[in-house]
């Protein structure tokens, strides 16, 4: 059994700042990457940013700058710092885990989080 919970959702002006956490926890031996989706209304899910176990991080094009991703390897937690936000950051934004549930296993899972709601409006 895993679970991710996420947190740090809200309300914002645009401009303004928000960081959303993800701690995993549950039968995992050890996370390769971490990542944070979002999703718009109406709109496909979309990677924002992921980061690997050694902490090479990559973003989608309209956040680079803005926002940065980072991970506690010990804690299991992924965190995403937004800055300077804008009206079309408003989506739901979804935590996101490639990891491996047994020591004896090179096999791999993938987890989603439930998501936490992010609306930046005056």
């Known amino acids: 059994q895993v679970q991710l919970v996420e947190s740090g959702g809200g309300l914002v002006q645009p401009g303004g700042s928000l960081r959303l956490s993800c701690a995993a926890s549950?039968?995992?031996?050890?996370?390769?990457?971490m990542a944070w989706y979002r999703q718009a209304p109406g709109k496909e899910r979309e990677l924002v940013a992921r980061?690997?176990?050694?902490?090479?991080?990559n973003y989608t094009d309209s956040v680079k700058g803005r926002f940065t991703i980072s991970r506690d390897n010990a804690k299991k937690q992924v965190y995403l710092q937004m800055n300077s936000l804008k009206s079309e950051d408003t989506a739901v934004y979804y935590c996101y885990i490639l990891f491996r549930p047994r020591y004896y296993s090179t096999d791999e899972t993938e987890y989603w989080g439930q998501g936490t709601e992010v609306t930046v409006s005056s």
């Open positions: 549950g039968s995992i031996f050890s996370i390769n990457t």
């Open positions: 980061i690997s176990r050694d902490g090479r991080s």
